[in-house]
T-cell receptor, first 113, second 115 residues
């Protein structure tokens, strides 16, 4: 069965620190990849997505992610975090054509001012 | 656009009672998804519909759970009878893209507490 692993369950950073959240998936076929963010008390919002083309994807609020097919990874990065980035981040994978997302367990990010 | 609308936002009920959660997807979206979020299990897909037809209900935990989509603008998730372990936040999401369901738009969720 397809699965998504987010190895960091909790991350604490100071403002201006760099961020990298890991995401690995298990599936050998063609996939679409996503990062969603859930701010405290709010619903999930799409941060960025990868369907095809340039494996380095840029999203909103200065986030980016890189798809490395050989490593089955889609790590999320931001060079300098802000207090407002405090949220839970979810990686998600879709087998193309199956119309169904599988989410990772999420990573809670706390940015201290 | 009002986005995905869910009601109620909060529901507190007693064990054994019937619970009905409601969702109105974004107009024009073809697919609708019901998720459950808990601390222990994270975000789980329960069921999804495409063009009002249930496509995959393999995530529905047991027969106490049922979902319907009578038309393109309304869906319900029903739990009967409810149990304390059903306490969770239930999200509805919709998607416009037939090519991929991935770009899903989530509602604000219903926080269910079963006492």
């Amino acid at each position: 069965a397809q699965s998504v692993s987010q190895h960091n369950h909790h991350v604490i950073l100071s403002e201006a620190a760099s961020l990298e959240l890991g995401c690995n998936y298990s599936y050998g076929g063609t996939v679409n990849l996503f990062w969603y963010v859930q701010y405290p008390g709010q619903h999930l919002q799409l941060l960025l997505k990868y369907f095809s083309g340039d494996p380095l994807v840029k999203g909103i609020k200065g986030f980016e992610a890189e798809f490395i097919k050989s490593k089955f990874s889609f790590n999320l990065r931001k060079p300098s975090v802000q207090w407002s980035d405090t949220a839970e981040y979810f990686c998600a994978v879709e087998n193309t054509g199956f119309q169904k997302l599988v989410f990772g367990t999420g990573t809670r990010l706390l940015v201290s001012p | 656009d009002a986005g995905v609308i869910q009601s109620p936002r909060h529901e507190v009920t007693e064990m054994g009672q019937e619970v009905t959660l409601r969702c109105k997807p974004i107009s024009g979206h073809n697919s609708l998804f019901w998720y459950r979020q808990t601390m222990m299990r994270g975000l789980e897909l329960l069921i999804y519909f495409n063009n009002n037809v249930p496509i995959d209900d393999s995530g529905m935990p047991e027969d106490r759970f049922s979902a319907k989509m009578p038309n393109a603008s309304f869906s319900t998730l029903k739990i009967q009878p409810s149990e304390p372990r059903d306490s969770a936040v239930y999200f509805c999401a919709s998607s416009p893209d037939r090519r991929s369901s991935g770009e899903q738009f989530f509602g604000p969720g219903t926080r269910l507490t079963v006492l």
